[in-house]
């Protein structure tokens, strides 16, 4: 599922508006070239105006305009690059596709897809802006799996392992921390006066912390990581979704935010660059895992082309009838059912809900012991459900281990994809052209 974001506002802002130091004129140039491609003035005026809007919101004080056009910038180089590889790789979003995402963004706010439009457009969103914006994101959210996600695995051992930690946890916990985070980036293969540059770099942010700077402020303006423009804070995250660097600092660094010292580290040298982290906060999510299982029998009718719809719909309602009045509910799926249960008079045993499909959830749900659902239909046909019990179940075990594995697999995704995107920047050809800004 695509982790689809509600834009702001993309109102046009000169940088004159933004910053009387730093006049622009009217007329449109370009500011980069990326590869084949170019950034327009115009285009990083509009980006600057949405971030510049969002910090306002959150209260957060704004960087030297110089300092933050250089950041937004260079997140929209790293975008184009990436657009780039998708269409090199033959990702094309259907307008479809786009349709759909809109209806369900929609869905989730409670509104219809007109309703979501005039909402749109009292905050001042153009609603093709924020279309071109979604289709954008989608196109790098499929980039993303096909170059990195699908690339990353996690083997049943190390799944285990980390499973069996975490149920030896002794606050029988999952605590997750919130990091800060600053990047002096280095290339793949750096020169020692590359180096020496990015060291004294990281040195000098020492310096700025150690005299009072805020950590969030000096990430806006000076940090290459992916989350500068957000004060480089990122998600709340486990120590086993943390990269293994960020990772090995959380006991210095917990100890540093309890006897209120300089709370932050580094700079720590990866294949990245140098990073400076600091602790934000942390929060503690219990382990305990309890799963309602059902016990259901059903009369299903399948998917078929010799019958029409109706004719199914209306002979599974007949049953349906049949069933309230009275008669045997194992009876009636014997004689009718056309799933492999019948033989068992419908009978599914003891299922967990996730391993059923939604639409049959969603009406067993509904129904009290002993009570029979509507007539509704599913991708395999058309189902009448009758509930027989309920019962919870501790399945912490199944749990950990699958909470294990998507927590290896957060960690493994982050670092492939810090790297894919230094190499995808390192092997372009990027020019800026800023000279008059």
Do not use: C
């Not at 395999?380 to 919870?392: A, C, S, T, V, Y």
């Amino acid at each position: 599922m695509f982790l689809l974001k509600i834009f702001t506002a993309i109102i046009a802002i000169t940088f004159t508006q933004l910053s009387s130091a730093t006049p622009i004129s009217g007329v449109d140039r370009i500011l980069a070239l990326v590869n084949n491609e170019i950034i327009l003035k115009s285009e990083l005026e509009r980006e600057l105006s949405t971030i510049v809007q969002r910090l306002e919101k959150q209260g957060v004080k704004l960087p030297p305009m110089q300092a933050l056009a250089q950041q937004v910038l260079d997140k929209m180089i790293s975008e184009e690059l990436q657009l780039q590889a998708a269409k090199k790789a033959g990702i094309i979003i259907d307008e479809s596709t786009v349709d759909s995402a809109l209806q369900r963004i929609a869905k989730r706010n409670k509104l219809t897809l007109s309703q979501f439009r005039e909402a749109l457009s009292a905050q001042g969103v153009e609603y093709l802006n924020f279309r071109d914006n979604l289709k954008k994101e989608i196109t790098l959210e499929r980039l993303k799996v096909k170059k990195v996600e699908n690339k990353v695995t996690v083997s049943d051992d190390a799944a285990k392992r980390v499973a069996k930690r975490l149920a030896s946890d002794s606050a029988d916990s999952m605590r997750r921390y919130r990091l800060g985070h600053i990047l002096i980036p280095l290339e793949e293969a750096p020169s020692p006066k590359q180096i020496k540059s990015a060291k004294t770099e990281a040195a000098d942010i020492v310096k700025q912390l150690q005299t009072g700077a805020e950590f969030s402020q000096i990430a806006l303006e000076q940090s290459s990581g992916a989350n500068a423009l957000e004060g480089g804070t990122l998600d709340w995250l486990t120590r086993d979704e943390l990269p293994s660097l960020f990772s090995q600092q959380i006991p210095a660094l917990e100890i540093k935010l309890k006897n209120s010292e300089d709370n932050f580290i580094g700079p720590l040298r990866s294949a990245s660059g140098f990073h400076l982290l600091s602790l934000l906060g942390t929060k503690e999510q219990t382990n305990e895992h309890l799963v309602t299982l059902t016990r259901a029998s059903h009369i299903l009718f399948k998917n078929s082309q010799l019958k029409s719809e109706e004719e199914r719909k209306a002979r599974l309602e007949i049953i349906r009838e049949r069933a309230v009045s009275g008669e045997n509910f194992a009876e009636l799926a014997l004689s009718n059912s056309e799933d492999g249960s019948a033989k068992d008079g419908g009978d599914l045993g003891w299922q967990n809900p996730a391993n059923l499909v939604p639409e049959f959830v969603k009406e067993m749900d509904k129904l009290k012991i002993g009570e029979i659902s509507e007539v509704f239909k599913s991708r395999f046909g058309w189902h009448i459900i009758k509930l027989i019990e309920r019962k919870q179940e501790d399945n912490t075990e199944e749990f950990l281990i699958s909470q294990a594995r998507q927590m290896i697999r957060k960690r493994k995704i982050s670092e492939a994809t810090e790297t894919w995107l230094r190499r995808l920047r390192d092997d372009a050809y990027v020019e800026y052209r800023l000279d008059d800004i």
